[in-house]
């Protein structure tokens, strides 16, 4: 019984330093409303593959796939955690590899005027295929940084909501 309320009383501790930390952490950077890293973006020449060896290889569950009108794929996710993906893209004659990487934020009009007072080169809001809310930073290295607002009904929201 003592070890079950050591147990307790250690879980209990533990949960109020983390919680403080991340309370302490947050209020450090001066990026509001930016949740987490969400996904990196590859470009792949053989899509079917490259799914396969996410999938299969490395064990990473397939996400969702997004396809065009004509009903080719244009992008899957697989899902490496509850919060976090790989996009794979078909190249299509772009570079190979890393393509961007995605930023989980809560309110993307809110991120692009953050970004756009400090200087940023940040595009304008749309919708994707996805239902995410995306904008764009370019850096001056040519990375895309995609900023992504995920609304209940966004294929991401989805599958971070059916993770166990």
Do not use: C
């Given at each position: 019984?003592?070890?079950?309320?050591?147990?307790?009383?250690?879980?209990?501790?533990?949960?109020?330093?983390?919680?403080?930390?991340?309370?302490?952490?947050?209020?450090?950077?001066?990026?509001?409303?930016v949740v987490a890293l969400n996904h990196v973006g590859i470009n792949v020449?053989?899509?079917?593959?490259?799914?396969?060896?996410?999938?299969?290889?490395?064990?990473?569950?397939?996400?969702?796939?997004?396809?065009?009108?004509?009903?080719?794929?244009?992008?899957?996710?697989?899902?490496?955690?509850?919060?976090?993906?790989?996009?794979?893209?078909?190249?299509?004659?772009?570079?190979?590899?890393?393509?961007?990487?995605?930023?989980?934020?809560?309110?993307?009009?809110?991120?692009?005027?953050?970004?756009?007072?400090?200087?940023?080169?940040?595009?304008?809001?749309?919708?994707?295929?996805?239902?995410?809310?995306?904008?764009?930073?370019?850096?001056?290295?040519?990375?895309?940084?995609?900023?992504?607002?995920?609304?209940?009904?966004?294929?991401?929201?989805?599958?971070?909501?059916?993770?166990?």
């Amino acid at each position: 019984m003592r070890g079950l309320a050591l147990f307790a009383a250690g879980i209990l501790v533990g949960g109020v330093a983390v919680g403080t930390a991340i309370a302490q952490n947050s209020s450090l950077s001066p990026n509001k409303g930016v949740v987490a890293l969400n996904h990196v973006g590859i470009n792949v020449p053989d899509l079917d593959k490259a799914v396969e060896y996410y999938t299969k290889t490395l064990g990473f569950p397939e996400a969702f796939r997004n396809t065009n009108a004509q009903g080719q794929v244009q992008l899957v996710y697989v899902q490496i955690s509850q919060n976090t993906f790989i996009e794979l893209q078909p190249a299509n004659g772009r570079p190979l590899g890393v393509s961007h990487f995605g930023i989980h934020v809560d309110n993307v009009k809110d991120a692009v005027a953050m970004w756009k007072a400090r200087g940023a080169e940040v595009s304008d809001v749309n919708v994707s295929g996805t239902k995410a809310l995306l904008a764009n930073i370019t850096a001056p290295n040519g990375i895309r940084i995609e900023l992504a607002e995920l609304p209940p009904d966004s294929l991401h929201r989805q599958a971070m909501n059916r993770w166990h």
